[in-house]
């Protein structure tokens, strides 16, 4: 039995940038798509539907962006889930700070997070960072917030564990779909 073809989605402007209207495959370039954050010190770039809004056309597998932070900013609280999580740096410096151990990061490193590793990325350098992330969708709901003093020197830790993720970003600035500088600046964010 043969395939049929699958369709070519339509991209929209939206006032964050490009978006798929509907399911199918496409091509965007990462400065036209779909972008959200709170500041250009902390944005990303998602390919899919407006972010943070959910959408007809998110992707059933995994989730994927590509990450600007300046220095010092995390890209996260520390947490744990279900599903798998990979990170790549394109460009910059961060800091890996994995089940209470911190690693730094350069262009290239490569980080695999398998189910359940307690994890979070934080800028670092003197410059912005690029990330690119991949996360699975369909391996569970489980998300936890450990709290963690080596985190916490990062700000990236929770006084006291939870499983809510609201109460985890309480004190963070809420993300915004718009439009952010691509390729980032090469200075950090001036707040």
Known sequence: MEQAAVPEAELIETEAGRKPDGPGWF???????????PDESHYAFMFE??????ADTDFAHFGINVRV????VPASMYHRESGQEAFLVLSGECSLIIEDQVRSLKQWDFVHCPPHTAHALVGAG????????????NAGTDLTFPASTVAARYGASVSTPTT???EAYAGWPRPHPQRFPWPPPSEPAID
């Open 49 to 54: 539907g407006t972010p943070l809004q959910g």
């Open 164 to 166: 809510d993720r609201a």
């Open 69 to 72: 932070l300046a220095p010092a």
């Open 126 to 137: 003197t410059t912005p960072s690029v990330v690119l992330m991949v996360g699975a969708r």
């Open 27 to 37: 091509v965007v370039n990462v400065g036209d798509s779909v972008a959200a954050g």
